[in-house]
């Protein structure tokens, strides 16, 4: 099996024009905003900003070579892959949903929910259906969810950990048998060492009533049996919203890892450092980075106690192994979900499926998501190594034996926020830190720390941009308020 390039990716701007005078070199005079990272997060905080100050240089700084982040798209061998399945959810608000139509035009396209999980070794509908629980399940499995259902009434709801709340919710068939191997496989700790907050973000159904209520929406097509998809790939919401910036003046600076950050020696503004050497001021400065990335770039160091706490939070990481096969297609389905543990992936997706392509005629691709820690063995093997064990677990989860012609593998750290008991001990005096710094904000999936959708994360991206006042003075009392309504977002998957 060959290892192939990967080929440019899937950002509109061409490079040299994104590249063309670097706003570094240029004396700069105006206020400036920067933005770090260049995710949906950063860009639609860039949209929004262009709108309350135009008099403004607005600095979209972005480690990689296009924006996106995780919802980034590339090309390799012709065709369009994701980091991982995604999906614009049918819970986007109206006027998000309004601004990626402008912004997509036709590209924006609707989508049935099309997937599957192999569960117990029986493949059914995802997300579940009442009848294929009762039904197409082990009849131990059947047997259990009834019994669940019987006992809700006397079941305790809450809970001090992620087994409490999901067996108080869901029942123990369920839990045990679905969540838990799956949920252990996603963030690599035991239900039991779970945080319940972990529950409330993401399990979207608390109970079995909820669960059922929502498969049966799905069959009625009124909810979730659709999702919204762009042509081009998921990237192409934030890869075209940053185009739009740019376009309005906004500077995109790809390939600027943020090293440090300091005040500068009047206290006015902050001084920013590049990996790559350039330096630049800032009056007031959006960072959607890492929370502890932020705390170990800030120079002078914070306080012993706020470095320890950025050195004990946790995130997942991802190796995403992405096959080409012989063929038009490898199934009829978008996505297959495997909670079981022996299995080193948690989802199978097919491109081409999402993009309602037949292009390219006689091949396709698929992308596995292999959920890891750094220090785990398959985070340091190799492409061909990795696509091996990605086949063997293939065949051992009973689907068909695909005709692989190449493989190529990408990793990503910062995946999953990881909730263990003990999380808010850790981020709670990293957020008081951030919070007392001026002429600073951390937000979005990395910088809050959350589990989040795209649809989540555009909307704190546009609230943290009203929160600037017009004389770059922090609305804190508007921050705080929206901070509490963000505590409401519940993902889907
Ligand atoms: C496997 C997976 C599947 C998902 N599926 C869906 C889905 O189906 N639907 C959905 O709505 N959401 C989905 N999500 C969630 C979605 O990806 C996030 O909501 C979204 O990416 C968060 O955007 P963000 O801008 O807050 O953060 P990010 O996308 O993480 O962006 C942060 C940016 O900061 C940059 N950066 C980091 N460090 C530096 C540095 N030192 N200097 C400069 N830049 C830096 C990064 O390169 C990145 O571009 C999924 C997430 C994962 C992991």
């Known amino acids: 099996m060959g290892h192939n390039e990967l080929h440019d990716v899937a950002f509109p701007l061409h490079r040299e024009q994104r590249l063309q005078e670097p706003p570094y070199r240029r004396s700069i005079q105006m206020n400036s905003i920067a933005i770090l990272g260049a995710g949906p997060a950063g860009a639609w905080t860039a949209l929004t900003l262009l709108k309350k100050f135009p008099g403004h240089r607005i600095l979209l700084i972005e480690k990689e070579d296009v924006p996106g982040g995780i919802t980034a798209s590339f090309q390799w061998k012709g065709m369009i892959f994701d980091y991982g399945s995604h999906r614009l959810?049918?819970?986007?608000?109206?006027?998000?949903?309004?601004?990626?139509?402008?912004?997509?035009?036709?590209?924006?396209?609707?989508?049935?929910?099309?997937?599957?999980?192999?569960?117990?070794g029986r493949l059914v509908a995802f997300p579940l259906k009442p009848a294929d629980l009762l039904f197409k399940l082990p009849p131990s499995f059947s047997a259990g969810v009834i019994l669940d259902t019987l006992g809700s009434p006397f079941r305790s709801s809450g809970g001090k950990t992620f087994r409490e709340v999901l067996e108080g919710g869901l029942g123990k068939t369920v839990s045990r048998r679905f969540y838990f191997p799956y949920s252990e496989k996603l963030w690599g700790l035991k239900p039991e060492e779970l945080s319940p907050v972990q529950a409330q973000k993401r399990i979207a159904s608390s109970s079995l009533g909820s669960m059922i209520r929502k498969a049966l929406s799905s069959l009625t097509g009124k909810n979730e049996g659709y999702f919204f998809y762009p042509a081009e790939g998921f990237g192409e919401i934030t890869g075209k919203a940053v185009e739009k910036a740019v376009s309005e003046?906004?500077?995109?600076?790809?390939?600027?890892?943020?090293?440090?950050?300091?005040r500068t020696a009047d206290n006015s503004s902050w001084k920013l450092v590049m990996e790559n050497g350039s330096s630049l001021k800032a009056d007031f400065v959006f960072s959607t980075l890492p929370i502890n990335t932020l705390a170990k770039a800030m120079n002078p160091k914070p306080p012993e106690q706020i470095m320890e706490a950025a050195g004990k939070i946790e995130y997942r990481?991802?190796?995403?192994?992405?096959?080409?096969?012989?063929?038009?297609?490898?199934?009829?389905?978008?996505?297959?979900?495997?909670?079981?543990?022996?299995?080193?992936?948690?989802?199978?997706?097919?491109?081409?499926?999402?993009?309602?392509?037949?292009?390219?005629?006689?091949?396709?691709?698929?992308?596995?998501?292999?959920?890891?820690?750094?220090?785990?063995?398959?985070?340091?093997?190799?492409?061909?190594?990795?696509?091996?064990?990605?086949?063997?677990?293939?065949?051992?989860?009973?689907?068909?034996?695909?005709?692989?012609?190449?493989?190529?593998?990408?990793?990503?750290?910062?995946?999953?926020?990881v909730y263990d008991l003990s999380f808010r001990e850790n981020t709670?005096?990293?957020e008081s830190w951030a919070s007392s710094l001026e002429g600073l904000v951390t937000f979005g999936r990395q910088g809050l720390f959350v589990h989040d959708n795209t649809h989540h994360t555009i909307e704190v991206g546009m609230a943290a941009a009203n929160c600037l006042e017009t004389d770059l003075s922090w609305n804190e009392k508007l921050w705080r308020k929206h901070l509490e309504e963000f505590k409401s977002h519940v993902v889907a998957d």
């Open 89 to 120: 959810h049918p819970a986007t608000s109206p006027d998000i949903l309004r601004q990626v139509r402008d912004l997509l035009g036709d590209h924006l396209l609707k989508r049935p929910r099309h997937g599957r999980i192999i569960l117990e």
């Open 249 to 262: 003046g906004v500077t995109f600076m790809p390939d600027s890892s943020l090293l440090s950050i300091e």
């Open 317 to 417: 990481s991802m190796v995403f192994c992405y096959l080409e096969l012989k063929g038009a297609r490898y199934t009829e389905f978008d996505a297959h979900y495997f909670p079981a543990k022996n299995l080193c992936f948690s989802r199978m997706s097919e491109p081409k499926i999402y993009r309602n392509t037949r292009k390219p005629p006689c091949r396709t691709g698929l992308c596995f998501e292999i959920p890891c820690s750094q220090t785990d063995e398959v985070w340091h093997m190799g492409s061909s190594e990795i696509a091996e064990k990605v086949l063997q677990d293939l065949a051992s989860a009973g689907l068909p034996e695909p005709d692989v012609t190449d493989c190529t593998v990408k990793r990503k750290s910062n995946i999953y926020p």
């Open 428 to 430: 709670a005096p990293l």
